[in-house]
């Protein structure tokens, strides 16, 4: 079901005019969303225009082609042949989704305990995925078990006792758990079987022409089975339907993909890929007729980046539930192509057909109305609607066993003109959500060519969102970590504080937009950061923080790019030195303008996105202050003074914050001069003369036997007072200063 627009007249909101301000300096100098990771406000790039965008949503189905490489694999023993071919075909997004397909191999093993020759099924374990997995991904199991599980099956009521059964098959101890499409694999008799779910493929099996069409394409040599759930039955099913028809060599599965096989990986890879190649082939010549869909009803909006930047935070803010939701937005040709087309509306209503689609991508995607997008009390009638449907569902559809009901709000926002939105408790998922999406899309483009889409019947699709299986296998998942659905923007993000600040963020499973005015110091931190967590959940923006309108977009770019905001480190800094006589107006403004302003303007435009919150158990804003905020300091009076100006802001904005649960803290360091920007300049050699003393290791020799407890204070020691100001070990604090100095009597808080 999707959700059609209540009536009601436009509201506007104090949030929703708050998030527009933050956007209002972007529209004029937009920049398409990608994948690219480091956003450079400084420099804007047109969109993509609607023609082209509409241009290259007509690209036909890709057609894969043969990647096997003869002399890598003459160095491979058997079961590394099998990772290869594995490897191969799922990192080709042409043939099968991330974490979709298994492949497998029945090789002849020394048994450990006998010392005999025995066969062993190698096939790929729950959980993984072909295009990345490594040896230790597949589970190995005795072939001659497997087969004698047959005798503990008496019909499809047994599938869920089935599985638990295979884990008494286990060759060699290995703890890899065997998957829910094992006995695909084990009851056929041939050596190397794939079973993968490409779009074009899957176009043939959700089709009301997919039986017709497997014919004309293959004429008998690839079967058709329908519909049946993964489990011990469809293997049974399938292992007669080949016995019954000796001459097939792959069997379509209607709903799911296509399984095959052959004498050898390289045989059965090259099998695959030319039974990929036919489908798409025969698609692309059903699809030259005309665009798909319908044809266009509406252009792509050309200003989709902002309205997404300004959207994606309000509808985060309602999707309340035991954990925050992370956003992906795409406006790629596909999703524009269809929800900009004719039959919209009828075929989203409909939901995805592939089980590996619709774990990911829920019953229904919602969508919006694009000339009410601006309506607070729309967008929340929405979302309620579309909870009280999911609810519906669920009590219509379950089971006296079945599971309770999990979170109802939607992972898939569709809205004509602007594109697809995905939500999710983590980046990844929600930017995997919306490539399966993508993947559905396809495939209805595909079903639709040749005959009417045919989505998963809705008991059925229960039957796999709440399959006790599936379940348990969510129990078995890890708890997430505690920063995981958390959005942070570090201003200063390239300096020594705070990148440590963001690698502590990061560490605890929060995603991390960085913001800098170095843009090559920017997104060297930030590739950094995605080899060592994860490209997901880090971006990098250029920005000043004493210019209103980068300011204004890093925050667009942080909301599009994320989903909103929970957390705000203002750190952008500078220092200098100087006696009041030779402090220049100049110095003194420059001072203010990053310390004081720069801190101004950032909480600003985080204060709406924060706002949006509210609901949520609140957020935090931390600034990076200084010990000279609270202690006087003897020739620095601009920098001194624009501190303790920044100090009074963050106790002003928590009085402003507390009624929407934002939070509002200090952290006040001294003199962190390993991996500081400030003290590789002037600073340190302006300081180490007010001192009297050598700039080099003097200087910080100076500034540990200052300190109370003798003791370098270090950029990760300013981290972890921010983290845990942002963090909800601090949920009952707000107004507050920290001081990160090892120790300084003057810094005493009175």
Known sequence: MTMKAPCGTNVSHKSKQSISIVIAHFQQNRYPHSNTDSIAIRTPRDTMTAQAQISAAALPFSVPSSRWDDAHAASLGPAELLLYRSNLLGSDLTVTNFGGGNTSAKLSEIDPLTGEQVEVLWVKGSGGDIGSMKLDGFSTLYQRKLLGLEAHYSGPDDDDKMVGYLPHCTFNLNPRAASIDTPLHSLLPFAHVDHVHPDAIIALAASSGGEGATQEIWGGRIGWLGWKRPGYTLGVMLRDYVAANPGVEGVMLAGHGIICWGDSAKSCYEHTIALIADAANYLNAKLAGGPAFGGATTVPNPDRSAIAADLMPRLRGLMTGARRKLGHFSDDAEALEFVNSAQFERLAALGTSCPDHFLRTKIAPLTLDPTRLQDDSYLAQQIADYRAMYAAYYDRSKRPNSPAMRDANPVVVLVPGLGRITFATDKTTARLAGEFYGNAINVMRGAEAIGEYIALDEQEAFDIEYWLLEEAKLQRMPAPKPMVGRIALVTGGAGGIGAATAARLLKDGACVMLADRDAAAVEEVRAGFARQYNKDVVRAAT???????????????????????????????????????????????????????????????????????????????????????????????????????????????????????????????????????????????????????????????????????????????????????????????????????AGNAQAFTR
């Open 543 to 741: 920005c000043d923080v004493t210019d209103e309108a980068q300011v204004a977009a890093a925050f667009a770019a942080c909301a599009r790019e994320f989903g909103g905001l929970d957390v705000l480190v203002a750190n952008a800094g500078i220092a200098s030195s100087a006696p009041i006589a030779d402090t220049t107006v100049a110095l003194w403004d420059k001072n203010y303008d990053v310390l004081a302003k720069g801190y101004f303007l950032t909480a600003r435009a985080a204060w709406p996105l924060l706002q949006a919150m509210k609901d949520q158990g609140g957020t935090s804003v931390v600034f990076i202050g200084s010990k000279n905020a609270v202690a006087a300091a003897a020739g620095a009076s601009a920098y001194a003074s624009a501190k303790a100006a920044a100090n009074h802001l963050a106790r002003c904005l928590a009085l402003e914050g507390a009624g929407d649960g934002i939070r509002v803290n200090v952290v006040n360091p001294d003199a962190v001069i390993r991996g500081s920007r400030i003290w590789d300049g002037d600073w340190r050699t302006e300081r180490a003369g007010t001192h009297g003393i050598d700039p080099g290791a003097e200087l910080e020799e100076h500034y540990r036997n200052r300190s109370m407890l003798k003791r370098d204070v270090l950029p990760e020691d300013i981290a972890e007072a921010a983290y845990w100001l942002a963090s909800d070990a601090s949920a009952k604090s707000t107004g507050n200063m920290i001081n990160v100095d």
